[in-house]
């Protein structure tokens, strides 16, 4: 591994991050090498609310994770957050038609005398794959949901998204059952099914939908996908705010987005003039537009290759990139995983052309950009991906060996989650042992412990973790694990508040079902969902008050230990006006300089970072048995 400095940043640049560059002869870490991840994830088997003890990989709202527990049936992945493995309904596997086995969708039954004549020539609903989707959905949503609801409930809230596309139907129950209405004529009456009759329910909410298809332009124009688009939305806006449907194409973007897309080499291009000069006698140069290389991504295959931010690219397999566009080449370069290309390159410097093949590869972006200030290290993590843990080890195990180091900050604002998994895993990284979090929910699927045991990497290296009012969900778990456990001192603003767990889903029609099946509770038993993290430093009452509690905790004592102490108190449910009542304290922010500065300075005086840390009860203990 070759090892070299990190970048410095200024005393006050904290805004200022980017994408990780290096100049062309080296390299600030070199990702090709084997990551050193000595701590490791120790899981715990929870089946309900029996003794016995075990976890799955869930993963928050904006990505998945798929762990899985030797000799223990493997959970539904869990998103995020952001990685993403997709579950599926345990009687159907995830992404798959119906068994043809299975009884054909109902036909829509004719309209009643009187009704409106359906339009005359238009396109046929697929009753049939549209029955499959609310069948596969239905059998995935009835054990998963945090609170139980019947398959009639789900129904009856789904079917409002007639009216909602279009307002002159609508859907009544009565005496002799259920009826579709159009204005004032009967369209389709069908017995009311047994409130979980699963195959009932989905015959009529077909045979609703299929009607109202029949006798509406606009509910026509939406296409299947809005009609499912809206049936998902009515039914889940009964239920939490991260719940939803994401239809097809955008579930096939989110996808792509999730596993690196199509095959890259991890290179991002921009366009630059550069002058080169002519053999006249007066020397004069002719300026050029050429395609260079503005970043390098060290997940991708570009990087152990040694190519340089600056290099311009003369030619991709032969072709001249003279007269394109900085797009047009990216395309010329993206391709199908696996095959080659090769790269025509000259050095920023000038010189000789270089020849580089290269073997595309589905690349996930790069969320860790490291930096130094001084003997501190800062560690921005913008998200967390399927590589953050490993990315984060990498600069850990390179700042290690510098002796000079005094101190690491995280900085985590605007971080709105992703992996739940790489969040345990980064917090692996920084703990001896102990729980990094907990998530229940009515499904025991869901109920997890993450326990870690390996070692701090740091050994015990003083941490400030950055936190804003963007700071959400993975990133809460993490700042929340290593405070709780008295690991790092958080600044900055009350967080988010993201704190419930979402389980995806694919289904027939390439879309995506997120349901929300469990909370998250602190290793300190309080729950994150509404409370978020409350610092024990908080800027967002200004630069003066901030200072006043510096000087507090230089002096070896908290200005304010009331909201920290609170929050780690409070236990589920919490009234919605406790919660504000402690939030209020340290209001949701956007982060500044201050941040940082005022992290450097609690790094820097012993005195001040243990009294920080001591802000943090060392009683209370999370448990399933927590809500």
């Known amino acids: 591994m070759i090892r070299v400095a990190l970048p410095a940043v200024t005393e006050r640049a904290t805004a200022s991050f980017r994408m990780r560059t290096r100049p062309p002869t080296s390299r600030p870490l070199h990702l090709a090498a084997p990551a050193f991840i000595p701590a490791f994830i120790l899981i715990l088997w929870l089946a309900g609310t029996a003794c016995a003890q075990g976890v799955h990989s869930p993963h928050d709202d904006d990505g998945t994770g798929n762990e899985r527990s030797a000799g223990h049936p493997p959970a539904p992945a869990v998103t995020q957050p952001a990685s993403q493995s997709v579950s599926s309904p345990a009687s159907q596997p ?47 949503l009835s054990p998963r949901t945090l609170q139980p609801y019947t398959i009639r409930q789900f129904s009856l809230w789904g079917l409002g998204g007639i009216s909602s596309l279009d307002p002159s139907f609508r859907v009544v129950e009565g005496a002799s059952g259920l009826q579709l209405l159009l204005g004032q004529t009967v369209l389709l009456t069908r017995a009311t099914p047994p409130a979980d009759d699963l195959r009932g329910w989905t015959d009529v909410d077909t ?12 509910i026509r124009a939406a296409g299947l996908d809005g009609i499912a688009q809206s049936f998902f939305d009515e039914l889940f806006n009964h239920l939490d705010p991260y719940s939803r449907y ?15 897309g199509d095959g890259a080499v991890g290179l991002s291009f921009g366009d630059q003039v550069r002058t080169t000069t002519t053999g006249s006698r007066r020397g004069r140069g002719r300026e050029q537009r050429v395609i260079v290389i ?7 295959p570009a990087w152990p290759a040694g190519i340089d931010v600056g290099e311009e690219v003369v030619a991709v397999n032969g072709h001249s990139t003279a007269g394109r566009t900085a797009a047009e080449v990216d395309a010329m370069v993206r391709g199908n995983p696996g095959t080659t290309v090769t790269l025509k390159l000259v050095p920023a410097a000038g010189g000789r052309a270089r020849t580089v093949s290269l073997q595309r590869a589905q690349v996930p972006p790069e969320t860790v950009f490291a930096f130094t200030s001084g003997p501190l290290v800062i560690l921005r993590v913008t998200s967390f991906s399927t590589e953050t843990a490993e990315e984060m080890s990498q600069y850990l195990d390179q700042a290690s060996q510098d002796h000079r180091l005094r101190g690491l900050i995280l900085d985590l604002r605007g971080n709105r989650g992703g992996v739940l998994q790489q969040a345990v895993t980064a917090a692996a990284l920084l703990l001896d042992r102990g729980v990094a979090v907990v998530t229940s929910g009515r499904d025991p699927q869901a109920n997890h412990v993450w326990a870690v045991q390996g070692g701090d990497m740091t050994s015990g290296l003083p941490v400030a973790i950055l936190v804003d009012g963007r700071t959400a969900s993975a990133a809460e778990i993490l700042a929340a694990a290593l405070a709780d456990h008295r690991r790092a001192v958080v600044i900055g603003s009350a967080t988010l508040g993201k ?24 290793p300190k038993g309080w729950p994150l969902q509404g409370l978020g993290v409350i610092p024990q430093l908080c800027t967002s009452r200004g630069a003066a008050d901030a200072q006043r509690q510096l000087e507090a905790l230089e002096a070896g004592h908290a200005a304010d230990p009331g909201p920290v102490l609170q929050s780690r108190q409070a236990r ?30 609690v790094l820097e005086n012993s005195a001040a970072y243990r009294a920080a840390l001591a802000m943090v009860p060392e009683e209370g203990s999370a448990t399933l048995g927590a809500e």
Not at 207 to 218: K, N, V
Not at 294 to 300: K, S
Request: charged letters at 15%.
């Open 94 to 140: 995830s992404g798959q038609p119906l068994s043809q086995s299975q009884p054909a969708a109902p036909e829509v039954a004719t309209p009643a005398s009187g009704s409106a004549d359906p339009a005359q020539a238009h396109p046929q609903m697929d009753a049939a794959l549209l029955h499959s989707v609310i069948t596969t959905a239905m059998e995935f």
């Open 207 to 218: 045979a609703f939908l299929g009607a109202a298809w029949d006798h509406s332009d606009t």
């Open 246 to 260: 994401v239809a097809p194409s955008p579930a096939d973007n989110d996808r792509e987005a999730r596993n690196g």
């Open 294 to 300: 503005t970043a390098v991504n060290t997940n991708g």
């Open 499 to 522: 704190g419930l767990v979402q389980t995806v889903a694919q289904l027939p029609d390439r879309g995506e079902l997120f349901v929300t099946w469990s909370r998250v509770i602190a």
């Open 572 to 601: 589920y449910p919490i009234p919605v006006s406790r919660i504000l009542e402690i939030r209020k304290a340290c209001p949701a922010a956007l982060g500044g300089d201050m941040d940082l500065e005022l992290a450097r300075s």
